[in-house]
């Protein structure tokens, strides 16, 4: 593999590692807030034992998927997946629990498939998308049958939307992100090998050659 190429994979790597380890952290303290304030802020009232039960399972998978030891056994791919789909899914029970979409939910939503565009590679991300679409629409679907309260269709529509949307935005954020750190390392790289071009030529050159900096510090010089 050319050194261009394993410079511009090495900085992508790294911008992806930063990136999850910030959005592992964005969900533990998501998960502490709800189970420290949640109640007061109106969350799971009309299902108290359920909410406190998916709060405890959602910090504990944040805990047990966010050490490095669970993307060396699953694979890294796997890991991000397993986790987004379990933050929707944690999501939308306690979106049910609090009384359905307007308890604010859905843009807890956006913010995780915001995050998932910009660690997970490929179609994943559309996927994420359609789960949290179709998590919204059936929690919404129930309540209006179960005649627990009127079926928004129009507003959770709207979310819906803004779920494709965040989600490709973010993913193209980070391909251009990508492309950029890649475009980056091919012009360092023809940069070392100007330079060194450019050493040869001094160093071949007949006449004696000095190159100087503005403090007159000596950059480069021939042996003439």
Same mark, same amino acid.
């Given at each position: 593999?050319?050194?261009? $190429?394993?410079?511009?994979? &090495?900085?992508?790597? /790294? ?5 999850? /380890? @910030? ?22 009232? #009309?299902?108290?034992?359920? =909410?406190? &039960? &998916? ?11 966010? @050490? ?7 694979? /890294?791919? *796997? ?22 979409? *307007? ?10 498939? %915001? ?5 997970? #590679? ?5 996927? @994420? ?11 919404? $679907?129930? *309540? ?5 309260? !009127?079926?928004? =269709?129009?507003?959770?529509?709207? @979310?819906? $939307?803004? =779920? ?20 980056? $390392?091919?012009?360092? #790289? %023809?940069?070392?090998?100007?330079? &060194?071009? +450019? #050493?040869?030529?001094? *160093? ?17 010089? +021939? !042996?003439?």
């Amino acid at each position: 593999m050319p050194d261009t $190429a394993v410079l511009s994979q &090495a900085g992508i790597e /790294r911008s992806r590692q930063a990136s999850l /380890r @910030f959005f592992n952290l964005y969900r533990l303290v998501l998960a502490g807030i709800l189970l420290v304030t949640g109640a007061e802020f109106g969350l799971g009232r #009309e299902h108290p034992g359920v =909410f406190t &039960a &998916a709060v405890f399972a959602y910090l504990g998978a944040i805990l047990t998927l966010g @050490f490095p030891d669970a993307g060396r056994r699953l694979g /890294r791919e *796997r890991v991000i997946a397993l986790q987004v789909v379990i933050d929707i899914a944690a999501l939308a029970v306690i979106m049910w629990t609090s009384g359905g979409y *307007r308890s604010g939910m859905p843009v807890l939503m956006m913010i995780v498939l %915001a995050g998932g565009g910009l660690v997970a #590679e490929g179609r994943m991300v559309m996927f @994420f998308a359609a789960l949290a679409t179709l998590a919204v629409l059936f929690e919404n $679907a129930w *309540r209006h049958a179960a005649g627990g309260g !009127p079926g928004d =269709f129009f507003q959770v529509g709207l @979310f819906c $939307a803004g =779920f494709f949307g965040i989600a490709l935005v973010s993913h193209l954020l980070a391909r251009r992100a990508q492309a950029n750190a890649s475009l980056a $390392a091919e012009r360092g #790289e %023809a940069l070392v090998k100007q330079q &060194a071009v +450019n #050493e040869r030529i001094i *160093r071949d050159m007949q006449d004696g050659v000095v190159v100087a900096s503005a403090g007159g510090r000596v950059r480069q010089a +021939n !042996p003439q």
